[in-house]
């Protein structure tokens, strides 16, 4: 089997669909979705976007707890609170039953005592879920709730967080945690240009390494600390920041995704505005996975669907602090690339050759310079160094007027797109000048250039000066960093620029297969081999000739009208794996064996205690390559899509490739190419290629058949498929479902 069956997917974001009728319409947040908005199953199509200008540049905020008592606590959150409320222009309400003022600004005793309209209410308060009640009849559009003691501690809390979701629900507003820290009123640099680095984060802590790039030079524009996510969520900020005129990029540090599908919808919605997402998602291990539920209470997802589905739909995932700072900066900064070539310069041979060696393991084409430009970069390089790529000028070059004429040389080269220098150290003045003449040049060029400074110290004027007094060049740490973020650098621009969003090839209406597979299923139950093969037959996928007979002699006449070869299989609900059992017979050739093999299968299966539902008597399908494709159910993302060498080889390799649906051909094939075994289908050791486009047909109908049946359908398993030679198709030999 591919997988267990998860929990139950439950989102506010899904409604039911009307059995073959027309899905009805969608509560969002507030806002109405019309049937043509949702796909098949009922769900959203399109992320809601919620206004969150008045949560970030609020005209009035309330305070409600305020103190100017010191030594407490709320006396530091509510003079941070002033402060901030000062650089937006906003009016602070202090709000205490007991107090006429808070540092000097006339206090209101109650939340029903506001006289004025309230775009923002900060609660400073260890119980929320009342003062939400009371801001319900006052038209506040948003409030923050810093308290914990939530979903982070056990059934408990999530009980609590749970009623305070549901208060929330009902009164109109939004609010940010609860959990949550002032990270959202931070002090941001304003004498910084060009686009911005957008960060949202499930902890405060985990986001200042990304805040501090504003002392490298970095523009930040906004931080979402999210903290328990009881209303709104990662997916909020991530659809809102998309859509910023001044964003380049967004940052995420995610610990648990509240809802799957409200993550997708919004990573949609930055690939169609081409906006990088670039983000940490904790629960690579089981370790990692326990540690953030128990910080924030919310599911982490199984991490193989959430890789998955994360790069579907173009984010970046990396795996530290560091990698997200650099990488979003990068993003962030760098125009669009004007070729996909790389060209490593150094003054060094060892240098060039080890960063290069690292790069082209790492993905990046670095393509050998023409003869032509050897022939140019050799007027002021030596010629018995190698400028083919790594370029290695030797040092002395960098020293003197021909330092700039290489680098320029080298990115007037068409095939060039980056340039990327390593400095393993400091050697002034040649690195002074190699710095200044890589910072001039890259003003001078759409093309992005890179610098490694590799010196452990980092206070050299070359690096803090020069290199970071730039906005032009990227400037790294480390090889790593550096090359792994002009990976997803090139890897988001090749991806946006044909990105199709898979939300647009979404079935909005249901197929003429879906009420004849809705017959077919028994709620609860898992299906035998014969009635889950029915269910693959009315989705139209193939499978064997075939007939289900309770007899010796109609198993004979079977055969006979089937055609020998034959091969005899026990059918029944309880049957997963039937060739341990001893419950498959194959290639029987005559009347008396397929007697025999009758008498036998049921003998076992009486002795076994199984009961079945018949035997069945199966077409004998030639020879080709045995794949395997599935569904299970994800308890953040609902239906996922599974494909990968099948038979014994599927529990042996486990090479599989998983998506998320909706998707389209394009994708279908994608899941093919990421398979170890994927030679297999072109044809190795004298076999024919096989039937590729059959398989991905298959992969589609499978895709359609877990949308429309998300549900109805926990499981299914097509072990093996067949695939035939090329335009022979492909057949499905078993087949396992689970109803829900």
Same mark, same amino acid.
């Given at each position: 089997?591919?997988?267990?069956?998860?929990?139950?997917?439950?989102?506010?974001?899904?409604?039911?669909?009307?059995?073959?009728?027309?899905?009805?319409?969608?509560?969002?947040?507030?806002?109405?979705?019309?049937?043509?908005?949702?796909?098949?199953?009922?769900?959203?199509?399109?992320?809601?976007?919620?206004?969150?200008?008045?949560?970030?540049?609020?005209?009035?905020?309330?305070?409600?707890?305020?103190?100017?008592?010191?030594?407490?606590?709320?006396?530091?959150?509510?003079?941070?609170?002033?402060?901030?409320?000062?650089?937006?222009?906003?009016?602070?309400?202090?709000?205490?039953?007991?107090?006429?003022?808070?540092?000097?600004?006339?206090?209101?005793?109650?939340?029903?005592?506001?006289?004025?309209?309230?775009?923002?209410?900060?609660?400073?308060?260890?119980?929320?879920?009342?003062?939400?009640?009371?801001? %319900?009849?006052?038209?506040?559009?948003?409030? &923050? *709730?810093?308290?914990? #003691?939530?979903? $982070? +501690? /056990?059934?408990?809390? =999530? !009980?609590?967080?749970?009623?305070?979701?549901?208060?929330?629900?009902?009164?109109?507003?939004?609010?940010?945690?609860?959990?949550?820290?002032?990270?959202?009123?931070?002090?941001?640099?304003?004498?910084?240009?060009?686009?911005?680095?957008?960060?949202?984060?499930?902890?405060?802590?985990?986001?200042?390494?990304?805040?501090?790039?504003?002392?490298?030079?970095?523009?930040?524009?906004?931080?979402?600390?999210?903290?328990?996510?009881?209303?709104?969520?990662?997916?909020?900020?991530?659809?809102?920041?998309?859509?910023?005129?001044?964003?380049?990029?967004?940052?995420?540090?995610?610990?648990?995704?509240?809802?799957?599908?409200?993550?997708?919808?919004?990573?949609?919605? %930055?690939?169609?505005?081409?906006?990088?997402? &670039? *983000?940490?998602?904790? #629960?690579?291990? $089981? +370790? /990692?996975?326990?540690? =953030? !539920?128990?910080?924030?209470?919310?599911?982490?997802?199984?991490?193989?669907?959430?890789?998955?589905?994360?790069?579907?739909?173009?984010?970046?995932?990396?795996?530290?602090?560091?990698?997200?700072?650099?990488?979003?900066?990068?993003?962030?900064?760098?125009?669009?690339?004007?070729?996909?070539?790389?060209?490593?310069?150094?003054?060094?041979?060892?240098?060039?050759?080890?960063?290069?060696?690292?790069?082209?393991?790492?993905?990046?084409?670095?393509?050998?310079?023409?003869?032509?430009?050897?022939?140019?970069?050799?007027?002021?390089?030596?010629?018995?160094?190698?400028?083919?790529?790594?370029?290695?000028?030797?040092?002395?070059?960098?020293?003197?007027?021909?330092?700039?004429?290489?680098?320029?040389?080298?990115?007037?080269?068409?095939?060039? #797109?980056?340039?990327?220098?390593?400095?393993?150290?400091?050697?002034?003045?040649?690195?002074?000048?190699?710095?200044?003449?890589?910072?001039?040049?890259?003003?001078?060029?759409?093309?992005?250039?890179?610098?490694?400074?590799?010196?452990?110290?980092?206070?050299?004027?070359?690096?803090?000066?020069?290199?970071?007094?730039?906005?032009?060049?990227?400037?790294?740490?480390?090889?790593?960093?550096?090359?792994?973020?002009?990976?997803?650098?090139?890897?988001?621009?090749?991806?946006?620029?044909?990105?199709?969003?898979?939300?647009?090839?979404?079935?909005?209406?249901?197929?003429?297969?879906?009420?004849?597979?809705?017959?077919?299923?028994?709620?609860?139950?898992?299906?035998?081999?014969?009635?889950?093969?029915?269910?693959?037959?009315?989705?139209?996928?193939?499978?064997?000739?075939?007939?289900?007979?309770?007899?010796?002699?109609?198993?004979?006449?079977?055969?006979?009208?089937?055609?020998?070869?034959?091969?005899?299989?026990?059918?029944?609900?309880?049957?997963?794996?039937?060739?341990?059992?001893?419950?498959?017979?194959?290639?029987?050739?005559?009347?008396?064996?397929?007697?025999?093999?009758?008498?036998?299968?049921?003998?076992?299966?009486?002795?076994?205690?199984?009961?079945?539902?018949?035997?069945?008597?199966?077409?004998?399908?030639?020879?080709?390559?045995?794949?395997?494709?599935?569904?299970?159910?994800?308890?953040?993302?609902?239906?996922?899509?599974?494909?990968?060498?099948?038979?014994?080889?599927?529990?042996?390799?486990?090479?599989?490739?998983?998506?998320?649906?909706?998707?389209?051909?394009?994708?279908?094939?994608?899941?093919?190419?990421?398979?170890?075994?994927?030679?297999?289908?072109?044809?190795?050791?004298?076999?024919?290629?096989?039937?590729?486009?059959?398989?991905?047909?298959?992969?589609?109908?499978?895709?359609?058949?877990?949308?429309?049946?998300?549900?109805?359908?926990?499981?299914?398993?097509?072990?093996?498929?067949?695939?035939?030679?090329?335009?022979?198709?492909?057949?499905?030999?078993?087949?396992?479902?689970?109803?829900?």
């Amino acid at each position: 089997m591919l997988g267990s069956t998860h929990g139950t997917f439950t989102t506010d974001l899904r409604a039911r669909v009307v059995a073959c009728g027309e899905a009805p319409p969608v509560v969002v947040h507030g806002v109405t979705v019309a049937p043509g908005d949702v796909d098949v199953s009922g769900r959203p199509l399109h992320a809601p976007v919620p206004d969150l200008d008045r949560f970030f540049r609020p005209e009035s905020v309330a305070v409600i707890g305020a103190s100017d008592t010191e030594g407490r606590p709320n006396t530091g959150i509510t003079r941070q609170l002033l402060a901030w409320a000062e650089r937006v222009g906003a009016r602070l309400v202090p709000v205490h039953p007991t107090r006429t003022s808070v540092f000097g600004i006339d206090c209101v005793p109650s939340v029903g005592a506001l006289t004025e309209p309230v775009d923002l209410a900060v609660l400073l308060v260890a119980d929320p879920l009342p003062v939400v009640e009371e801001l %319900a009849e006052t038209k506040v559009r948003f409030a &923050v *709730a810093f308290a914990s #003691g939530f979903a $982070e +501690t /056990g059934e408990t809390g =999530a !009980a609590a967080q749970e009623r305070l979701a549901a208060a929330v629900r009902r009164s109109g507003l939004r609010l940010l945690g609860p959990n949550t820290n002032l990270n959202a009123f931070e002090r941001f640099r304003d004498d910084l240009e060009g686009p911005a680095v957008a960060l949202i984060t499930q902890s405060g802590h985990q986001g200042r390494p990304v805040f501090t790039l504003q002392e490298l030079g970095v523009r930040l524009s906004h931080w979402a600390p999210t903290g328990n996510e009881a209303d709104l969520e990662t997916a909020d900020f991530l659809s809102y920041f998309a859509g910023r005129p001044e964003v380049g990029a967004i940052a995420c540090y995610v610990e648990g995704l509240k809802d799957g599908r409200s993550f997708l919808l919004a990573a949609d919605r %930055a690939a169609r505005h081409g906006v990088p997402v &670039v *983000a940490v998602k904790v #629960g690579r291990t $089981e +370790t /990692g996975a326990r540690t =953030a !539920a128990s910080h924030t209470g919310k599911l982490t997802g199984a991490d193989r669907v959430v890789d998955a589905a994360m790069r579907q739909y173009g984010v970046i995932r990396v795996d530290g602090l560091d990698q997200l700072q650099d990488t979003s900066a990068l993003l962030a900064r760098a125009r669009r690339p004007q070729a996909d070539g790389v060209v490593v310069y150094s003054i060094s041979g060892g240098t060039g050759a080890h960063f290069a060696d690292l790069a082209t393991a790492a993905g990046l084409e670095l393509p050998t310079l023409h003869q032509a430009k050897q022939d140019e970069l050799h007027q002021w390089i030596p010629e018995y160094l190698n400028v083919a790529n790594p370029v290695d000028n030797g040092g002395h070059p960098v020293g003197d007027w021909r330092g700039r004429k290489i680098i320029d040389a080298i990115l007037a080269d068409p095939s060039v #797109g980056v340039l990327i220098c390593p400095i393993t150290g400091p050697f002034p003045p040649m690195s002074d000048k190699l710095a200044q003449d890589l910072v001039d040049a890259a003003e001078a060029t759409d093309k992005l250039v890179c610098v490694v400074w590799g010196s452990p110290v980092g206070t050299e004027a070359a690096y803090r000066e020069t290199l970071l007094g730039s906005s032009r060049v990227a400037t790294f740490r480390t090889f790593s960093n550096c090359i792994g973020a002009v990976k997803a650098y090139l890897d988001h621009h090749r991806f946006t620029a044909s990105y199709r969003s898979p939300f647009d090839e979404a079935p909005r209406t249901p197929s003429p297969s879906l009420r004849k597979a809705q017959a077919l299923l028994r709620p609860g139950r898992r299906l035998s081999e014969h009635a889950a093969k029915q269910l693959l037959r009315a989705y139209g996928i193939r499978v064997p000739r075939e007939q289900l007979v309770t007899s010796a002699a109609a198993a004979v006449r079977a055969a006979g009208l089937v055609g020998y070869p034959v091969v005899m299989k026990a059918s029944g609900a309880q049957l997963a794996h039937k060739t341990e059992l001893g419950l498959v017979k194959v290639g029987l050739t005559s009347a008396s064996q397929v007697r025999d093999a009758y008498r036998e299968l049921t003998d076992i299966a009486r002795f076994e205690g199984i009961d079945l539902d018949g035997v069945l008597v199966c077409q004998m399908v030639g020879r080709g390559v045995e794949m395997v494709v599935g569904v299970t159910h994800d308890e953040l993302f609902g239906p996922t899509v599974t494909v990968g060498l099948g038979g014994v080889l599927v529990e042996v390799l486990n090479d599989t490739a998983v998506r998320v649906p909706p998707f389209g051909e394009r994708e279908a094939r994608s899941m093919l190419g990421e398979l170890r075994g994927r030679a297999l289908l072109d044809g190795v050791r004298g076999a024919p290629p096989a039937d590729v486009d059959a398989l991905v047909e298959v992969v589609l109908r499978v895709q359609r058949m877990a949308l429309e049946l998300d549900g109805d359908l926990a499981e299914l398993d097509i072990n093996p498929l067949m695939v035939l030679p090329r335009g022979q198709g492909a057949v499905a030999l078993d087949a396992l479902a689970v109803c829900r």
